[in-house]
């Protein structure tokens, strides 16, 4: 069974608000989808070559669940 770990962050107000603007345009995705791709993302392409990176990259982006 996945794990899962809740993460407390602080992000600029800018940045809030063009996600917020993203999620209405795509009520698809939700702020834990787009920050699994992106944190996965920015390990993936600064050198983190785990297989567990790759697969929650690519979980998050064809919205797949995690793998148990």
């Known amino acids: 069974m996945q794990t899962e770990v809740s993460i407390l962050a602080e992000i600029p107000e800018d940045l809030y608000q063009s996600l917020e603007r993203y999620l209405e345009r795509y009520p698809d995705w939700d702020q834990e989808r787009v ?34």
């Open 35 to 68: 920050f699994s791709a992106a944190i996965s993302l920015f390990l993936l392409q600064n050198g983190e070559s785990d297989r567990r990176a790759s697969q929650c990259y690519l979980n998050a982006l064809f919205n797949r669940p995690a793998a148990a």
